[in-house]
T-cell receptor, first 117, second 115 residues
Framework: GAVVSQHPSRVICKSGTSVKIECRSL??????MFWYRQFPKQSLMLMAT?????????EQGVEKDKFLINHASLTLSTLTVTSAHPEDSSFYIC?????????????FGDGTRLSIL | AQKITQTQPGMFVQEKEAVTLDCTYD???????LFWYKQPSSGEMIFLIY??????QNATEGRYSLNFQKARKSANLVISASQLGDSAMYFC????????????FGTGTSLTVIP
């Protein structure tokens, strides 16, 4: 079964709307989760590292005020795309991994396809 | 410098044949993990196989095996007896303990299995 759950799977909304995406780890506690953005036929681009109980760490070029990340519990991280515009349309995917040894894979949610009209 | 390099943007293989997807990596850390993921057109990322830097043997998981050549810093994925359902994007990734849980992904290889 799924280890990481991501909702919603698809969002279509008007320009100017704020969209919240949830990422839940189902089987384990995740002090760290990751948010990626993926354009068609390209690799995953790390946007930010979500840290439970503290501020997220954003990658260079990612607007903090645009992509708000909240990691309020050990099993839930949320990404809010504020005042979304057509250029924010993309595939967003989150991941989490069990702590400890480096042999732990990242488990991914099923992703969210965001379309801004 | 790129941490993970996948030089094959697209690959084709005949059904039931084997195919090798290339991956080279760059790290100065003696301890690291290498992973392969499959991403079908539906978008989900499916974990396939793991190889640790200290592992003496090549990892195998069913039809997937990893050709690990540490001195050359390569970790090629071999898929045996290809099936139509293997058509997807394949990503190689590396995890270094010194960077916490962050993964570095390659640019991916699009595999098409021909009937």
């Amino acid at each position: 079964g799924a280890v990481v759950s991501q909702h919603p799977s698809r969002v279509i909304c008007k320009s100017g709307t704020s969209v919240k995406i949830e990422c839940r780890s189902l089987d384990f506690q995740a002090t760290t989760m990751f948010w990626y953005r993926q354009f068609p036929k390209q690799s995953l681009m790390l946007m930010a590292t979500s840290n439970e109980g503290s501020k997220a760490t954003y990658e260079q070029g990612v607007e903090k005020d645009k992509f708000l990340i909240n990691h309020a519990s050990l099993t839930l991280s949320t990404l809010t795309v504020t005042s979304a515009h057509p250029e924010d349309s993309s595939f967003y995917i989150c991941s989490a991994s069990r702590q400890g040894l480096s042999n732990q894979p990242q488990h991914f949610g099923d992703g969210t396809r965001l379309s801004i009209l | 410098a790129q941490k993970i390099t996948q030089t094959q943007p697209g690959m084709f293989v005949q059904e039931k044949e084997a195919v090798t997807l290339d991956c080279t990596y760059d790290t100065s850390d003696p301890s690291y993990g290498l992973f392969w993921y499959k991403q079908p057109s539906s978008g989900e990322m499916i974990f396939l196989i793991y190889q640790g830097s200290y592992d003496q043997q090549n990892a195998t998981e069913g039809r997937y095996s990893l050709n690990f050549q540490k001195a050359r810093k390569s970790a090629n994925l071999v898929i045996s007896a290809s099936q139509l359902g293997d058509s997807a994007m394949y990503f190689c990734a590396m995890r270094e303990p010194n960077t916490g849980n962050q993964f570095y992904f390659g640019t991916g290889t699009s595999l098409t299995v021909i009937p």
